[in-house]
């Protein structure tokens, strides 16, 4: 008792003098973070989101975001944070802020949306997530429970035992925001809008379409309804802030979805093949002009940053990245490999991989309960002194030898990439089309090469709607597959 007491003085001490004052409600909060140490998450972060998303390329869509973003933040109630504003090169519905005034959107999401009003919403919400320093809350409420492990582990052999795993739990708990949290931003993001001008009214129809769209399987960036748990009733209560709001704001009548839709004529759609593509069990590149075979059956995973496979048990992983030779060759690199993460090589060799430099070994390294841990090491360098292919395979305990011949096979299936169809493939991209004459989407969609609900979903209009003579509607151009 005596030593739950301690504990729970030392922490009330702790939280009593790290308040600070809301910027959006004026009201002093748990707050672990100063301002310099918000902004330097956010700018270590970012390179890392970059890294693992990769940025849409194309100057005048992030010039777009960026100026709408920009617009709202100079009239949000952080105005002299120095915020920034990127799209992710990622199909899935989905935008987030990081501390510090990072924001992201997916040029999934902005395909989706209709008009200028929509993305001001979107955009606005996250920097309401910013101005309110909820990403500060919860990391702030995050190292109070870490803090409160910590200092039982202290007190108790049982809690010191298992206070790693229950860190990490903790640390997942407060990985989404709020019922709360999002409450707020939606109120900050109709605010934002109306003070920049925007109808907030149209901008909150793009709730709509986030309510429609049902959580797809594989991604690897979450959709905007797992990391946004929504409020009861967010469409209707929205409408209803900027209902009320808006006669504030005479001013506020900015739809522009004409010039929105100019803006995403030609914006890649769904996945892009150019950045490599799965056909019959075999991945293929056009970009790096290679291809490999994972292993059979097992799920994978593919991101600008990595090449991933799991077995379906998940027993055993395998990854792919490039890396950085420095000029030296790859049994050189896998020394420094070992070097860097302690280990020992065992069964290692040289060998040629479809006429490729390449090494192969097992690297034993320490695990955390002092165990030796195998793990398979597979390196490739296609060109002398080039970058080096780079696999890692490892198992749960005890299986790892069940799986090495599969994480060779997938090493040595490495090679040039020849066929002609894969290296010309080209994704599908968004197309606006004028309504000449008056018809419904399902007829204007026919021989779209993706399904009539997902053009209406692209529109937020039902598969049968009518469309009048004039309506600007947006469709996919079909690549070259």
Same mark, same amino acid.
């Given at each position: 008792m005596r030593k739950?007491?301690?504990?729970?003085?030392?922490?009330?001490?702790?939280?009593a003098c790290s308040c600070a004052i809301n910027p959006?409600?004026?009201?002093?909060?748990?707050? *672990? $973070?100063?301002?310099?140490?918000?902004?330097?998450?956010? @700018?270590?972060? !970012?390179?890392?989101? /970059? &890294?693992?998303?990769?940025?849409?390329?194309?100057?005048?869509?992030?010039?777009?975001?960026?100026?709408?973003g920009q617009k709202m933040a100079r009239l949000s109630h952080r105005a002299d944070l120095e915020f920034t504003f990127r799209v992710l090169d990622s199909p899935i519905l989905n935008a987030f802020a990081l501390p510090g005034g990072y924001v992201y959107i997916t040029r999934g999401i902005l395909a989706h949306m209709n008009n200028e009003a929509e993305l001001a919403m979107v955009v606005g919400h996250?920097?309401?997530?910013?101005?309110?320093?909820?990403?500060?809350?919860?990391q702030s409420r995050a190292q109070?429970?870490?803090?409160?492990?910590?200092?039982?582990?202290?007190?108790?052999?049982?809690?010191?035992?298992?206070?790693?795993?229950?860190?990490?739990?903790?640390? *997942? $708990?407060?990985?989404?925001?709020?019922?709360?949290?999002? @409450?707020?931003? !939606?109120?900050?993001? /109709? &605010?934002?809008?109306?003070?920049?001008?925007?109808?907030?009214?149209?901008?909150?129809?793009?709730?709509?379409?986030?309510?429609?769209?049902?959580?797809?399987?594989?991604?690897?960036?979450?959709?905007?309804m797992s990391t946004h748990p929504a409020p009861a009733d967010r469409v209707a209560t929205t409408r209803q802030l900027a209902a009320t709001q808006r006669p504030?704001?005479?001013?506020?009548?900015?739809?522009?979805?004409?010039?929105?839709?100019?803006?995403?004529?030609?914006?890649?759609?769904?996945?892009?093949?150019?950045?490599?593509?799965?056909?019959?069990?075999?991945?293929?590149?056009?970009a790096l002009r290679f291809q490999l075979a994972m292993p059979r059956g097992w799920k994978t995973a593919n991101t600008p940053n990595a090449l991933q496979a799991l077995e379906p048990q998940e027993r055993a992983m395998l990854q792919m990245t490039l890396a950085s030779s420095q000029g030296v060759t790859p049994a050189q690199h896998a020394a420094r490999v070992a070097q860097g993460a302690q280990g020992t090589l065992a069964q290692a060799g040289a060998e040629r991989v479809h006429g490729a430099d390449a090494y192969l070994a097992t690297l034993v390294v320490q695990a955390e309960d002092g165990s030796q841990m195998p793990v398979f090491?597979?390196?490739?360098?296609?060109?002398?002194?080039?970058?080096?292919?780079?696999?890692?395979?490892?198992?749960?305990?005890?299986?790892?030898?069940?799986?090495?011949?599969?994480?060779?096979?997938?090493v040595r299936s490495l090679d040039t990439l020849t066929d002609s169809n894969a290296l010309n493939v080209v994704p599908n991209r968004v197309a606006v089309q004028s309504i000449t004459a008056a018809t419904t989407l399902s007829r204007a969609a026919a021989g779209a090469p993706v399904p009539v609900n997902a053009i209406a979903l692209l529109n937020n209009l039902a598969s049968d709607a009518a469309l009048a003579r004039g309506f600007q509607l947006k469709l996919v151009r079909a690549g070259r597959k």
């Amino acid at each position: 008792m005596r030593k739950t007491l301690i504990r729970s003085a030392i922490l009330a001490g702790l939280v009593a003098c790290s308040c600070a004052i809301n910027p959006v409600t004026g009201k002093r909060e748990l707050a *672990l $973070l100063s301002e310099s140490q918000e902004i330097s998450m956010g @700018r270590e972060a !970012d390179p890392q989101i /970059v &890294a693992e998303y990769g940025l849409y390329d194309d100057p005048k869509i992030q010039a777009y975001v960026n100026e709408v973003g920009q617009k709202m933040a100079r009239l949000s109630h952080r105005a002299d944070l120095e915020f920034t504003f990127r799209v992710l090169d990622s199909p899935i519905l989905n935008a987030f802020a990081l501390p510090g005034g990072y924001v992201y959107i997916t040029r999934g999401i902005l395909a989706h949306m209709n008009n200028e009003a929509e993305l001001a919403m979107v955009v606005g919400h996250e920097i309401g997530h910013v101005t309110a320093r909820h990403g500060v809350s919860q990391q702030s409420r995050a190292q109070v429970a870490n803090l409160g492990l910590g200092l039982g582990s202290v007190f108790s052999e049982t809690l010191a035992k298992y206070g790693q795993a229950a860190q990490q739990a903790t640390g *997942l $708990l407060f990985l989404k925001y709020g019922r709360d949290d999002e @409450r707020q931003s !939606d109120e900050l993001g /109709v &605010a934002y809008s109306l003070k920049a001008g925007y109808d907030a009214t149209a901008g909150c129809k793009f709730f709509e379409v986030l309510d429609r769209q049902s959580a797809e399987s594989g991604q690897s960036l979450p959709n905007w309804m797992s990391t946004h748990p929504a409020p009861a009733d967010r469409v209707a209560t929205t409408r209803q802030l900027a209902a009320t709001q808006r006669p504030q704001f005479p001013g506020a009548t900015t739809v522009a979805e004409d010039r929105h839709k100019r803006m995403l004529e030609g914006m890649v759609f769904g996945d892009d093949p150019r950045q490599g593509f799965f056909h019959n069990g075999v991945f293929k590149h056009p970009a790096l002009r290679f291809q490999l075979a994972m292993p059979r059956g097992w799920k994978t995973a593919n991101t600008p940053n990595a090449l991933q496979a799991l077995e379906p048990q998940e027993r055993a992983m395998l990854q792919m990245t490039l890396a950085s030779s420095q000029g030296v060759t790859p049994a050189q690199h896998a020394a420094r490999v070992a070097q860097g993460a302690q280990g020992t090589l065992a069964q290692a060799g040289a060998e040629r991989v479809h006429g490729a430099d390449a090494y192969l070994a097992t690297l034993v390294v320490q695990a955390e309960d002092g165990s030796q841990m195998p793990v398979f090491l597979g390196l490739v360098q296609r060109q002398p002194g080039g970058a080096i292919y780079q696999f890692v395979g490892q198992a749960v305990p005890g299986a790892y030898d069940g799986f090495v011949d599969e994480f060779t096979t997938a090493v040595r299936s490495l090679d040039t990439l020849t066929d002609s169809n894969a290296l010309n493939v080209v994704p599908n991209r968004v197309a606006v089309q004028s309504i000449t004459a008056a018809t419904t989407l399902s007829r204007a969609a026919a021989g779209a090469p993706v399904p009539v609900n997902a053009i209406a979903l692209l529109n937020n209009l039902a598969s049968d709607a009518a469309l009048a003579r004039g309506f600007q509607l947006k469709l996919v151009r079909a690549g070259r597959k």
